[in-house]
DNA sequence: CATATGACACTAT
DNA sequence: AATAGTGCCATAT
């Protein structure tokens, strides 16, 4: 639905997590910051599990901040698979290498 | 307006 | 290393 207007802070989200470039990721925290709240990664999960842009938006590629693939809609199993098929590895429910894979954004304050 | 919830993070155990 | 408790923030009810 185009009219429906949602919060300044989901847009944000979604407009951050739609540029984490193929076969990188980025964590919850890593959006929270880069919106300018630090401690918003809870929040930044919400966002994103409401998100409407489902297939638009990467929200695979945002996983939790040690590693582990973190939830999704479709459960656990089909975040890692689609991750998996963008040339990641995953072992145990955590990225391998993950650390270096790390999308960091530069902070942008508009939301 | 008050309380509960969740796709998180950090620290202590 | 794995688990549990605590903090935090935006929504839902």
Known sequence: MPF???????????????????GKITTYAQIAQALGR?????????????????????????????????????GKSAKKKILRSEGLKI??????NFQSLIHTFKAKNNF
Request: hydrophobic share 40%.
């Open 4 to 22: 429906m207007k949602d919060s300044s802070f989901s847009q944000a989200v979604w407009r951050i997590t739609k540029e984490i470039p193929l």
């Open 38 to 74: 630090p401690k918003s990664a809870r929040a930044v999960g919400n966002a994103l599990h409401k998100n409407p842009y489902a297939p638009i938006v990467p929200c695979h590629r945002v996983v939790k901040s040690d590693g582990n693939v973190g939830g999704f809609f479709g």
């Open 91 to 96: 072992v145990k429910d955590k990225i391998a």
